[in-house]
């Protein structure tokens, strides 16, 4: 009887229990109070939280439908129809819960009342279209949208992986709006927020998905489904864990605040959080494990019962995280000494730049702090594996890899992160380590192999991790992108593109901008050294005199645009560089960069260089073995052969001078 109830009882205790949670918040905490000044009315103060609740589900149960039915679910079989269509419903729901938002919000922001007057309707799409805000959630709604039509109308496995990709994406413009934009710390509150969206409506949607597919998942199909999103739900526990730590101390600052109103519906969440994952450790360790053999009715029977419980603490969770959103927090968010510096970059001048800054200055970004330990870590339990089943691995890709993670831990989070967005020679040093010299530690790793060899091999119609990386190798995108020539040209281009266009003022100014150059000019570089010295299967192999020579004029060209900027006599973005106020000349220091950028590229270039040529040795050497085994065993028969040929060819010409 309990089961067959869980497919109501679930989300309609996840439904209530979000909804009390939010008003009681909400009451608590002051986020529905009238304002002293104007009031939007209380249909605004308590509809806006209630809508981004709905906004926040609907999200989830789009992500978590969208990921299990690319993840965990086969199209052979009923559930992965059924979980696509409920990723429908959600997103659904969210799209008309963001319009909602979005209306609620013009409401509180201009104080309009609500009219069919022409004025009204061209003062809210002036919110929609030039206010960041208004743009904001527009482009939530259009993303939102967008995913409940394709969810509907598509049913291939990869286009509905790109869905899903989608629906995350709809995610980053709600990441942007929050507490700390505009103000110190926005931007490690912006990826913070970004990491609990995201890995919370995974957590959240995919839980609320098993129980919608409960019909659907029967017999021991249900514990493998549920074995794989336990993997998913654990990862997102331990990121949504450091993600609203991050958050909080943001935005609760000093540990007294914690007793304030905010810092106590801060405490409401830690609590739901740590409930969750004690429901967590339940499952994978007392109860997945007997959902098979002779006890498995009674364990899905509790399994069942304790989901229904784990809904309600993600009602109370998301609820709290709602009021919250409207609750004012203890740290004030005014710019309290506006120097040109803490305008343009939102953070106030670090301290002087000296040798020992490079040590001491830190700046921790915990997106970059969390991709690059979840890239260690899973990359030495593969490793691990091989060697637990007799399997070798060399110790120098585990080194070469590691040592690639660790820089690209120091570039985005050390001094080089701090001093960038000041000083255009650090930028330009953070530019040659990601494009250059990380992707030189990574390639030889050979990620793409181990995840080949030490992740298990699905046989039953699913895609895991394994079935994904393998696909995307062999997509006709990554044969385009992973040819020679190609990845030289972005490698080369990409400087004199971004450098010398809007692109380089976005990535400054910007924090989405600055991400995307990040993983811009990894990706880049990673591309172009893995044409020269990478191990890992491509679709096409250049041979190795096209290797070097397209390393010599990659250089070459990498050589002249460092040149350029040394030789140059204006700023690249003088209202931003040479604004700071940092006390010394911008100009010198931007020719500084041009000495960085072509100086400290020619060290990785040294490194390809002689790596390609001992490829290529050990390359004909292993050639010459392997023609001198083939001569042994056949006794050098393709040798006589040719001189036979030879002989039969003297012979032939001989009787023709003869004529």
Not at 107 to 133: H, K, M, N
Not at 490 to 496: Q, R, T, V, Y
Request: aromatic share 10%; with cysteine.
């Amino acid at each position: 009887m309990v089961i067959r109830l869980v497919r109501v009882a679930g989300p309609a205790v996840l439904l209530v229990v979000a909804l009390l949670a939010t008003f009681a918040a909400l009451a608590f905490g002051g986020g529905a109070d009238a304002p002293a000044i104007t009031d939007p009315g209380e249909v605004v103060r308590y509809g806006l939280p209630v809508a981004k609740l709905l906004v926040n589900l609907g999200a989830a149960l789009a992500i978590g439908a969208l990921l299990l039915a690319s993840f965990a679910l086969s199209k052979d079989e009923p559930a992965w129809g059924a979980a696509i269509d409920f990723g429908a419903a959600g997103a659904a729901v969210w799209t008309v819960a963001a319009a909602a938002v979005t209306f609620l919000t013009f409401l509180s922001v201009y104080q309009q009342p609500v009219s069919a007057d022409p004025e009204f309707g061209r003062i809210l799409g002036q919110f929609v279209t030039d206010t960041e805000l208004g743009i904001a959630w527009l482009l939530t709604v259009l993303i939102a949208a967008a995913v409940t039509a394709l969810a509907f109308a598509v049913r291939h496995p990869t286009a509905v992986a790109f869905t899903g990709v989608l629906a995350v994406a709809g995610l980053v413009p709600m990441a942007t709006q929050g507490h700390a934009a505009g103000t110190a710390g926005h931007d490690a509150a912006v990826n913070a927020l970004g990491l609990h969206l995201v890995f919370a409506a995974v957590w959240l949607g995919g839980l609320l998905t098993l129980v919608l597919l409960q019909r659907a998942l029967t017999g021991d199909r249900l514990v493998v489904v549920l074995e794989r999103y336990s993997t998913l739900a654990l990862v997102s526990f331990i990121v949504v864990a450091l993600s609203g730590y991050v958050s909080a101390a943001l935005r609760v600052g000093e540990f007294d605040a914690i007793l304030t109103p905010y810092g106590i519906l801060v405490l409401a969440k830690v609590f739901a959080l740590l409930a969750l994952g004690v429901f967590g450790a339940i499952y994978r360790r007392f109860v997945i494990g007997r959902m098979r053999g002779a006890a498995a009715q009674r364990a899905r029977t509790w399994f069942w019962g304790l989901v229904v419980a784990e809904l309600g603490f993600m009602g109370l969770a998301s609820g709290v995280a709602s009021a919250l959103a409207r609750t004012a927090t203890p740290v004030t968010e005014e710019l309290l000494d506006a120097t040109p510096a803490l305008i343009l970059t939102g953070e106030p001048l670090p301290p002087p730049l000296t040798a020992m800054s490079f040590i001491t200055e830190w700046r921790f970004d915990v997106l970059w702090t969390l991709i690059c330990v979840f890239l260690a870590f899973f990359y030495l339990a593969g490793v691990w594996r091989l060697r637990r089943r007799g399997d070798t691995w060399p110790v120098l890709r585990t080194i070469s890899w590691i040592a690639g993670l660790v820089l690209l831990f120091y570039v985005t989070n050390g001094a080089l992160y701090v001093y960038e967005r000041y000083l255009f020679s650090i930028h330009m040093l953070s530019h040659m380590l990601l494009t250059m010299m990380i992707p030189v530690l990574l390639v030889p790793g050979s990620p793409v192999t181990l995840a080949a060899r030490a992740i298990r091999k699905r046989t039953d119609g699913t895609r895991g991790a394994r079935e994904w990386i393998l696909w995307a190798v062999h997509t006709r995108f990554s044969a385009v992108l992973t040819n020679p020539i190609v990845a030289a040209v972005i490698f080369a281009g990409s400087l004199w593109v971004f450098y010398y266009s809007p692109l380089f003022r976005w990535a400054t100014s910007e924090h989405l901008g600055h991400q995307w150059m990040i993983v811009h000019f990894l990706i880049s570089g990673y591309l172009f050294v893995l044409a020269l010295i990478g191990t890992d299967p491509v679709p096409y192999r250049a041979p190795y005199p096209l290797r070097l020579v397209l390393l010599l004029g990659t250089m070459a060209f990498h050589a002249f645009f460092g040149l350029g900027i040394m030789m140059g006599e204006g700023l690249l973005l003088a209202d931003w560089y040479g604004a700071m106020g940092w006390g010394t000349d911008a100009l010198e220091d931007q020719q500084r960069g041009g000495g960085i950028a072509w100086s400290v590229g020619e060290i990785p270039t040294i490194i390809l260089a002689i790596t390609v040529a001992i490829s290529w040795s050990r390359s004909d050497a292993k050639l010459t073995k392997r023609l001198d085994r083939r001569a042994d065993r056949d006794g050098d028969a393709e040798l006589e052969a040719y001189n036979e040929m030879l002989a039969k060819t003297a012979q032939r010409d001989e009787r023709m001078s003869r004529r």
